[in-house]
């Protein structure tokens, strides 16, 4: 088997793994719902009625987005009085916030995500892997 039909079929075996993991397994869903749930604890602390947050899932983000009635001060707070936008990008794992009436951004999905970290871990195991064993070793003269 050539060096480049191995390598394309590990890439090949990571992504399948990551699409099983992410979509199959529902771990991708899960994820989200955890930090939503996060999120919206986070929002409650601050005590202001009427205001939800909810993040992507067609396709699935990382990105809040926050909705209710809440002025200026509420939403950004000022110096170290924390801002409802503040104390959700607090949530570890939320990659952005913004208020519904906000334009939107543009969102990265989640397995896209997934994909480049499986990609970059993948080449850095090949890598190490070269590193630490090198080419083999050729037998004899040519």
Do not use: C
Request: without cysteine; hydrophobic residues 45%; aromatic residues 8%.
């Amino acid at each position: 088997m050539s060096p480049a039909l191995k390598f394309l079929a590990g890439l090949a075996a990571v992504t399948a793994m990551g699409f099983v993991h992410h979509g199959l397994l529902g771990n991708g869903e899960r994820l989200v719902g955890h930090l939503e749930a996060q999120a919206r604890q986070a929002v409650a602390k601050t005590e202001l009625p009427g205001i939800d947050v909810r993040l992507g899932r067609d396709p699935l983000t990382r990105i809040a987005t926050v909705s209710g009635n809440a002025n200026s001060f509420q939403r950004e707070g000022q110096g170290e009085l924390k801002g409802i936008k503040d104390h959700v990008r607090d949530v570890p794992g939320i990659s952005g916030v913004r208020w519904s009436d906000e334009p939107e951004g543009t969102e990265i999905p989640l397995f896209l995500e997934l994909l480049l970290q499986l990609v970059a871990a993948y080449l850095a195991g090949l890598g190490i892997g070269w590193l630490l064993f090198g080419r083999r070793k050729r037998e004899g003269f040519y």
